[in-house]
Structures are given as structure tokens and as C-alpha cells.
């Protein structure tokens, strides 16, 4: 917005400088601190001027045709004034406008609006779930006049309890019609699956949607919405607003970061601890804006599951029997000196800077630097060097940029970014999408245009999708030049480039060979080190980008597979649930030692089984795939005995000489900036810095953007790449690994990853838990005929380690010769990597289960 | 039943299609054949209309659930509509309404038990210097000296015969009407 024209309007009086073509309700918040009232106006969605709540005085001052020159009337520019009031929504700021937002007429006006929206409404404020928070409540005690002149007995009778979906619930009585969770489908999502049905007074919102409404974003309409109307099965009659303390936190479950606050209140459910009641979105314009995937909202059951692991576990013969810190730590202590520094960590993307912090320290004390990164993801090293640049935005992409998605399933993977990517497509940005399968973004990629229903433009989308070979991501980018030379040179020559690299189908050779292919293809365009420019991956969990800046790495993780260390200790991850394969490996280890939040396959194996706490019982910081250091602070009372992971390892490092044990989470935090200089010294204070954002939701209105919080959290800091510090990289060699080949008579089987599954993180979340696919293997259609399968049919997946039980799923859209199983669906271990894999008809397609 | 892939109607399906740049500017002319195949605007239709018209069924209920014309609930084989607006007011349309209710046995906007007729008052049909004017499937019922319920009686009957003769007699009370007009 830097550039553009700054225009003169005169607001009740006095003159602002207001940016040309800014909407009139959000110039008037943003300078002149003036709060015009709104309902069915949403500052991320195009204004329709429905509810007509932002009535105000319009005029023009008057300029003489001839001269151009203001024409003055006693002293005072002489102003045209429109005969009637007019919305400030649908106004844009233009020079010369002249406002009054305090006169009678007007104070009049948003009266009679709010009487005419009451007429209806039902009283039931004290039993509503927005009471307190509520828009219409707040805005009636502003401007409503505080006594009904409406007959109780005329008032409409609807539903209450009107289900749109498993998630959402539509109360049809409170509903005012503002049409905000409609267009919220419509514009934002882009799946209008929500409508007005019928109209006058009788206008209802209604959706077709089959299954009903549960797109990935659909909690959101809850958050937006200006009254009761639309809750979430979830929260609903769960607790008052204003018994809640919002703690501000970060989504645990992706690379995005999303910013969140945990609504949490001392509960009798939880042992009068206090307990999560909720999960809201909070603003981080850079991160996630003001929203929040389903996944984000819903998952947080499994933060107080009783199926977590409560006490230290340590095995007695064979079992694994509870104990207590002050007999583990010794016991730890001892195991870890007989090691005699044949000891490695294998960590997963759950566990915080902090913990990875001491983990490496604890190591680096025992003498041992083997620091593994248990991740699908390789090539993260590159993130450091050619990721997006600081200051990078996704929601300020548009017109000449170009996005590339590549080897992911985004709106699996990472739901903000599909999103976020989603929309720079609608503002014009090109966008590339290839993979091996359709997927739902590329079939976005692919549209020429996006219809909306709520307007009648239709907005011209420029895109492609492309199907590459199974698992020849990094083969068709490294050759990009030469196959299509069109596409190449649309993102070489693109304003600004943002590629999205996943490793769907790819092992760790073959995904550093994308990542170097995707690098080299920025470093050839000059897109590293400037904002919006640059590599993204997909890590899974929240701290993938942390583990490379603590130096983990998958390199070491594949030392570590070839040579088993004497002691192994895993941090926040499940080999033996992850792969069928690292049983073989596991086998060769001593001593296993595992800090988990579930009793999960490596537990079992375990010779001791530490629990740690969640990212809900403490503080902490997360990297996300943009490189942005996140705090989370703590929210929920703690679960039986767990410790943050970096406390457990505090402790046993105090036990073995190494120093005194750090007491709190911002301490470690001081230790690791002062000695990483990747951190440039960031304090836990740097992180909760927080700045006015545009579009302002909180001020004095409070919910001018539904109830999505104004961040008081942090808005983090995002760490600088090496480019972006001035150093230029350099293209690198792509080392194409061979490409995984199936046996003779058998698939290749391709892991994927689902959005919603059966992790053990998942299961505790009933709402979501329904909504899981059942265990499926995706065939093509002449491959299941080979094997005489048939759609439906009950088939066993054999692959190296295990087995898995599943309903085949027969399709043209999976390639020849390749069987999909996503991860974490079946009951036992599937592949989490591209493997060779038969598949077995065991039992016909049952009709009804 | 389907309007999808039904001869009856493929030719007029096509043609509304391509009268538009736009598949979805069709959704209107489709929503009536599904009308017109189900007898009412049923979830079948929807979906099937969405389909042709590459838009989400949401968007066509919604269509469908703001225009009075089309129905969703299941209306008889006959739908019957009688104006009670001004002009047919003055000329007694309230009591034929009324009872043209009580002869079928139905409630207002209800349908009779054998399925065959739907009778409901409507806003302004149009026809005001027929008055009290009456529409049948969404075409004009008329006669010399205006309608009666003799004239009803006898077009429910007829309609109960077989729909030949209703057309027949619609028909015939039309010639009259125009006949009378030429001379006049």
C-alpha cells in the first residue's frame, strides 16, 4: 500500500491522509480512530452493503468546472452533501470526501437498523455462546435505543439447532443475514457450499453440501460471524466468554505456525486445572491473517487424553513399569556414562527449540554429535540459504508473482498455505502446481478463472498443473528448462517467485535433489534474499525448520540407521510406528530411551519411556517454514507427571556434572541465541513484540473481524537466510537419485498424507476422529484389473516389514503402476517412504458396514 | 426419472445451454424442465441441474428457493393457481378460491390425496381483464363472462378423465373467449 496516492478526506471535521481507494470504514478506523459500526462488512472480504449498520453522511466538496479551484462559502470549502445517508462499506476514499459519522441523522439511522435487525431476535443472550463477545450486543448498548416497540407475540419461531455439518451449527433465529459465512465459502475458500435459501424474512442460510458443510476452513464462519448464529459442536454451551483467559499460542500440528489463542478456564472436567475450551484464531497478518484450519481448531483433545504417558516408565524384565523422576534421572544418568558417548538423538518436528537445545547440549557433553532429524523431509539445509526472504508476506503475492507447488498435496500438508496460496492466485498470481496425482490445488491451478457467487465479475486466474512421472519430482524440475521452456520461464521471469516443496514420493536423496533443483531455479532468476522470493517446504510438525537451525539433520538420521548407536534416545517421535522398517535397525540399539507424549510402537520397545508435556502445559518456541521464531506460552495445567522435554534433559544433565539445570524455558532460550548466531541473539521479550496490523481487529471495537483476537502474543521474528544476509548462492549440482523401481508383479507404493488421520495426536479429537477416512490403498484401473481387484475390495498391502489391511480404492487418477497409502490411517504401520509393495485381494467389497 | 440423459428433453436441455456463454446463466430455463420431470423442485433435480450447470447444488437451491414459481414440495399432477389480487378480488376471486378449496378438500397450498391437483392464491397473474383469473400448470384457464365454479367443476372433472380432455375444454373455453372478442 506504500505506493499508492494518498487523498485528503475530511472525517467529522478534520482532515486525513488516507491511502486512495481505501475502503471508508477502514480508513476511518485506521486513522481517524473512528469506529463506524458493521455487520455484514468484513475487512477481508469484498463489501456488499447489506446490513446497512455503517450508514453515515456523505458529501463532496465543491470545485468550480471552469477553474478547479474549491469554491468557499462563509470562510469553508462548500461541501455537496448526498441527500440520503450512504454506507461507508461500499465508499472508497476519494479526494475532497467529507464525512460526518456524529450527527443526528446518522445516530438516527444506525437506530432504526439496529431495531429493524432486533424485531426477531431472539432474547436468549444469557443462554448464547457469542454472549459477551457478541457484535450485535455490543453495537445494540452503542446504538439501540433499549426498549422493544415490537410485538413479543409476532416474533418468528425457527430452529435452534439447525446441524449444517458435523462441526457447525446454525441457530436460525439469531441469524441477521449479513452473509459473511457465505461469502467467507465463496471468496476465501472458494467452495460455495453455504446459500441463502428463500427470502424476506423468511431468508434461511442453508448448504447442499454432501457430506454435509466440513471444508478444512469451516470453523472460521463461527469466528466471522457478527451474532450466535454459527457455532461449533465443539464449543458450544461448553463455557462463558467471559470466564475464558485467551493464552496466546502456536498450531503444533504444521510448518505454517499458525498463530493461535488457547481459551482456557479452570474446569471441573479437568480436575479444576485449567483446561482448553476452546481454540481461536489470532492475528499474524504475515502468518495466517485471522484465520484457522479445522485441524487447528478442533485437535486439542490430545493434549489432556488420559492415553497419554503420565509417569516415567522404565523396564523391569519385560514390562515397563511406572516410576518416578527421582529414581529415572539417576538410573538415566548411569545408562548414559556406561555409553561412553555411543549415544545419538533421533528428534522429531514436536520437540521446541529449547528441547533441542539441551538434547544437542546433553550430546555434545557425552561427546557425541550424531543429532538425527526424523522427518519425511530432507534439503531443509537449503531452507537456511534460499528461503523465503525476510519480511516475505504469501497474502501481499499477486499480480507478475508466481507461486510453485511441487510434490505435496498442500491442502493436506499445510492448510494455511493452500489458503494463503489460494488467494494469491485470486490477486493474479501465477500458479504452478506439480505432482504425480491431481490434487485439489492443481485443479485450482488449472481453472482459467474463479466464478464467485456472492458477485457477478468473474475474476481471470492464470495457472498450470502439470503430472510428472511417480517419484520423478526432482527429474521434471531439474529439467524444467528443457520440457517447458514456457513454464520455466514464467517463474524464472516472474516478479516474485515463492516455490512449495513437498517430498510426497520422495526418499532423502530424491527430495535434496527437489530442493536443489528448486534452489537453483530461484538462484537463476535472482529470487533469494528479497521478501516474497524464495524456498518453502513442507515440514511436518511445527518444528521441522528448527530442527535444521539446531542441526539436525536427516544425513545424521541416515548414520544413525546405518550405524546403531549404543544408547538412542528419541525426542518427540515414533520410528517403529513410522516405518515398518526400523525394527531391522531398532534391533541393533542397547538402550532405547523415548520422551513421548503417547505410549506409542518405540515405547514398547523402550527401556525407559519419558513422558513429556505438550505444547499446551508449557512455554516455548517454534521455527516455521518461513523461518519465523514463534512463542507459545503455557495455557493448560499439566498432565500426571510430565516435564517439558528441555526440563527432563536439564535435569539429567545437572545429574551428570554438566551445570546447573536451566528453570525456565527463556533461559534456555538466552543460552542457545547467545551461542547459535542463526538466532542473532533473539530474547523471549524480541518474540512478544507485537505492532498495530492492518486490518485492525481489535481497537476499541473489539470485534470488527468477528472474534478473531488481536494478537497480544508476538508476532515472532523471522530469522534472515544466508542470502538475505548478502552472501550470493551459488547453483548446486541436482544428484538425481535413481528412481525407486517396483519388483517384478508388484505397485509402487507412495505414501500420502491426509489431513485428518489416525495418529495418536488425532485420535483423542472426537469430532475429527468421525471424519477420518478408512484405511485405504488407491490403484488404477488396469492395474486392479490385472489383480482382479475391484473397487471397494478388501486387499492386503505387502510391503518390506509389514502389512496392512485396507479397501482398495480403483481410479484413473492414480498413475499405472502405483498404489497411494496414505500414512496413519491403517491399524498398522504402513510405509513412510516410496517402497516396492504387492497387493492382495483378500475378501469382496461389503455392501454396508 | 431424470432429466439427465432423457430423451424428452435432451434437445431443449442443449439448447438452453448453448444460448448462454455461461453454463450457469441456464440454471433458471433447467430448474423448470426438473419442475417439469418431477412435478416439483426435488433434491434429484438439484443435483442434477448443478451438474449441468457446473455450479455447486447449493447455489441452485438457493435459486430455486427465492423464485415463487418454482416448487418445493410435491405438488399434484394439476397446478392450480388462483389470482386474488385487486382486480380478481372485485370480481369475486376470494370465494372461488375459497371454494375451489373446499371441492378439492385440501387446505390452502395443499395437494388432494389421488395426487392430482394443487390449488393456491397467487399474486397477479396478468390477466386482469379476465378477472378472476386462473392458471393451470402455469397456463392461462379463461372463459366467457369470467370463471365460475361451474366452470371449475367441470375442468376438474375433465382433468380427472384424462389430460386430452382438459386441454380440450382449456381449449374450447378459449375460442370462446376469442371469438367473443373479434365480434366485439
Request: glycine content about 8%; overall charge negative; proline content about 5%.
Amino acid at each position: 500500500m506504500a505506493e499508492t496516492k494518498l487523498v485528503t478526506i475530511t472525517i467529522d471535521g478534520k482532515a486525513y491522509q488516507v491511502p486512495a481507494g481505501s475502503n471508508l470504514v477502514d480508513a476511518a478506523k485506521w486513522h481517524a480512530d473512528n469506529d463506524i459500526p458493521v455487520f455484514c462488512y468484513h475487512p477481508k472480504m469484498a463489501p456488499v452493503g447489506m446490513c446497512r449498520m455503517c450508514v453515515v453522511e456523505l458529501g463532496m466538496v465543491e470545485k468550480d468546472r471552469a477553474t478547479g479551484e474549491v469554491i468557499m462559502e462563509n470562510g469553508q470549502p462548500k461541501v455537496r452533501w448526498m441527500p440520503k445517508l450512504q454506507t461507508a462499506c461500499t465508499q472508497v476514499a476519494t479526494d475532497g470526501m467529507v464525512v460526518r459519522t456524529d450527527t443526528d441523522k446518522v445516530k438516527a439511522g444506525r437506530e432504526s437498523v439496529i431495531e429493524f435487525l432486533l424485531t426477531s431476535h431472539p432474547l436468549d443472550c444469557p443462554i448464547c455462546d457469542k454472549g459477551g463477545e457478541c457484535p450485535l450486543q455490543n453495537l445494540t448498548m452503542a446504538h439501540g435505543n433499549g426498549v422493544s416497540r415490537m410485538n413479543f407475540a409476532d416474533k418468528l419461531k425457527l430452529d435452534k439447532h439447525v446441524p449444517l455439518g458435523d462441526l457447525i451449527y446454525l441457530d436460525e433465529e439469531r441469524c441477521i443475514q449479513c452473509a459473511r459465512c457465505i461469502r467467507f465459502q465463496d471468496e476465501i475458500v472458494g467452495d460455495d457450499v453455504l446459500a441463502f435459501h428463500e427470502r424476506g424474512r423468511r431468508l434461511q442460510i442453508i448448504t447442499k453440501s454432501d457430506p454435509g458443510f466440513d471444508t478444512y476452513f469451516s470453523g472460521n464462519t463461527t469466528d466471522i460471524c457478527p451474532v450466535g448464529a454459527l457455532t461449533t459442536a465443539d464449543f458450544r454451551f461448553g463455557a462463558r466468554p467471559w470466564e475464558l483467559t485467551d493464552v496466546p499460542s502456536i498450531c503444533p500440528h504444521d510448518a505454517a505456525g499458525t498463530n493461535i489463542s488457547l481459551s482456557t478456564r479452570l474446569d471441573r472436567d479437568f480436575g479444576g486445572r485449567a483446561m482448553i475450551k476452546r481454540v481461536m484464531p489470532r492475528q499474524n497478518e504475515a502468518v495466517n491473517e485471522i484465520w484457522i484450519s479445522d485441524r487447528t481448531r478442533f485437535v486439542h483433545h490430545f493434549t489432556r487424553s488420559d492415553d497419554r504417558l503420565q509417569s516415567p516408565m522404565v523396564r523391569r524384565g519385560e514390562r515397563l513399569s511406572p516410576t518416578v523422576w527421582n529414581e529415572a534421572i539417576p538410573a538415566l544418568a548411569e545408562v548414559l556414562k556406561a555409553a561412553n558417548g555411543d549415544v545419538a538423538v533421533l528428534a522429531g518436528g514436536g520437540a521446541s527449540n529449547e528441547d533441542l537445545w539441551e538434547l544437542r547440549q546433553l550430546l555434545k557433553g557425552l561427546g557425541s554429535e550424531r543429532l538425527g532429524a526424523w522427518t519425511t523431509h530432507s534439503g531443509a539445509e537449503l531452507l537456511l540459504e534460499v528461503g523465503v526472504g525476510k519480511g516475505s508476506n504469501l497474502g501481499t503475492l499477486g499480480k507478475g508473482d508466481a507461486i510453485l507447488v511441487v510434490a505435496s498435496d498442500l491442502e493436506e500438508e499445510v492448510p494455511m498455505w493452500y489458503l494463503r496460496v489460494k488467494q494469491a492466485q485470486d490477486r493474479g498470481a501465477f500458479l504452478a502446481v506439480a505432482n504425480h496425482r491431481p490434487t485439489r490445488l492443481a485443479e485450482i491451478a488449472s481453472q482459467t478463472e474463479r466464478k464467485v457467487a456472492s458477485q457477478t465479475e468473474r475474476k481471470p486466474l492464470v495457472g498450470k498443473s502439470v503430472l510428472y512421472e511417480a517419484g520423478k519430482a526432482a527429474h521434471w524440475l531439474n529439467d524444467l528448462a528443457n520440457s517447458d521452456p514456457e513454464l520455466y520461464n514464467t517463474l524464472k521471469d516472474a516478479q516474485n517467485l515463492v516455490i512449495i516443496a513437498g517430498a510426497e514420493g520422495l526418499d532423502w536423496d530424491g527430495g535434496r535433489a527437489l530442493m536443489q533443483a528448486a534452489a537453483n531455479l530461484l538462484i537463476a532468476g535472482g529470487h533469494v534474499g528479497k521478501p516474497n522470493n524464495g524456498l518453502m517446504a513442507t515440514l511436518p510438525e511445527a518444528n521441522g525448520m528448527g530442527l535444521q537451525y539446531l542441526g539436525y539433520t536427516t544425513q545424521n538420521a541416515l548414520d544413525i540407521i546405518k550405524n546403531p548407536p549404543s544408547v538412542l534416545i528419541t525426542a518427540q517421535c515414533d520410528p517403529l510406528g513410522d516405518d515398518p522398517t526400523a525394527g531391522s535397525w531398532m534391533s541393533k540399539v542397547n538402550t532405547l530411551i523415548t520422551l513421548t507424549l503417547f505410549p506409542d510402537d518405540t515405547t514398547q520397545r523402550a527401556a525407559f519411556a519419558l513422558p513429556v508435556q505438550s505444547f499446551a502445559e508449557r512455554d516455548g518456541t517454534f521455527i516455521n517454514g518461513e523461518r519465523r521464531v514463534q512463542r507459545f506460552y503455557t495455557a493448560q495445567g499439566p498432565m500426571g507427571d510430565a516435564l517439558p522435554l528441555w526440563e527432563i534433559i536439564a535435569r539429567l544433565r545437572e545429574r551428570l556434572g554438566q551445570g546447573r539445570a536451566k528453570v525456565s524455558a527463556a533461559a534456555v532460550m538466552l543460552e542457545l541465541s547467545n551461542h547459535l548466531p542463526s538466532f542473532n541473539g533473539i530474547r523471549y521479550k524480541d518474540l512478544a513484540q507485537v505492532e498495530r496490523q492492518y486490518p485492525d481487529v481489535g481497537g476499541k471495537d473489539l470485534y470488527y473481524g468477528g472474534t478473531a483476537y488481536q494478537n497480544k502474543g508476538g508476532l515472532g521474528v523471522q530469522l534472515p537466510t544466508t542470502a538475505d544476509n548478502g552472501s550470493a548462492p551459488t547453483t548446486g549440482t541436482v544428484n538425481l537419485p535413481e528412481v525407486k523401481q517396483a519388483k517384478k508383479g508388484e505397485l509402487l507404493l507412495i505414501p500420502t498424507v491426509r489431513l485428518y488421520n489416525r495418529s495418536h495426536i488425532m485420535r483423542p479429537s472426537a469430532l475429527i476422529a468421525n471424519r477420518v477416512a478408512k484405511p485405504f490403498a488407491a490403484l488404477n484401473n488396469a492395474d486392479a484389473k490385472k489383480l482382479g481387484i475391484k473397487h471397494g475390495d478388501r486387499v492386503e498391502v505387502r510391503f518390506n516389514g509389514g502389512q496392512a489391511t485396507v479397501t482398495a480404492q480403483v481410479s484413473d487418477s492414480t498413475p499405472q503402476g502405483v498404489v497411494f497409502v496414505p500414512r496413519y490411517l491403517a491399524d498398522t504401520p504402513t510405509p513412510m517412504v516410496i517402497t516396492s509393495a504387492s497387493v492382495v485381494k483378500v475378501s469382496d467389497a461389503v455392501a454396508v458396514q | 426419472m431424470a432429466i439427465i440423459g432423457n430423451k424428452k428433453y435432451q434437445e431443449r436441455i442443449n439448447e438452453h445451454l448453448a444460448k448462454y456463454p455461461d453454463k450457469r446463466s441456464a440454471v433458471m430455463p433447467l430448474l423448470y424442465i426438473a419442475q417439469e420431470e418431477y412435478g416439483w423442485v426435488n433434491d434429484e433435480g438439484i443435483a442434477e441441474v448443478a451438474q449441468l450447470c457446473d455450479m455447486d447444488a447449493t447455489q441452485v437451491k438457493s435459486i430455486a428457493g427465492f423464485y415463487t414459481m418454482y416448487s418445493e414440495k410435491p405438488k399434484g399432477k394439476y397446478w392450480l393457481q388462483v389470482c386474488t389480487d385487486l382486480a380478481c378480488a372485485l370480481r369475486g376471486a376470494d370465494e372461488l378460491h375459497h371454494e375451489l378449496l373446499h371441492e378439492l378438500g385440501i387446505e390452502e397450498g395443499g395437494t388432494t390425496e389421488d395426487g392430482m391437483f394443487t390449488a393456491e392464491h397467487v399474486m397477479c397473474l396478468a390477466g386482469c381483464d379476465r378477472a378472476p383469473m386462473l392458471q393451470c400448470n402455469f397456463h392461462f384457464v379463461e372463459a366467457v363472462g369470467g370463471l365460475t365454479m361451474a366452470h371449475l367443476r367441470e375442468l376438474i372433472a375433465a382433468a380427472r378423465q384424462d389430460d386430452k380432455t382438459l386441454q380440450k375444454l382449456i381449449a374450447k373455453w378459449r375460442d370462446e373467449v376469442n371469438k367473443q372478442v373479434q365480434q366485439s
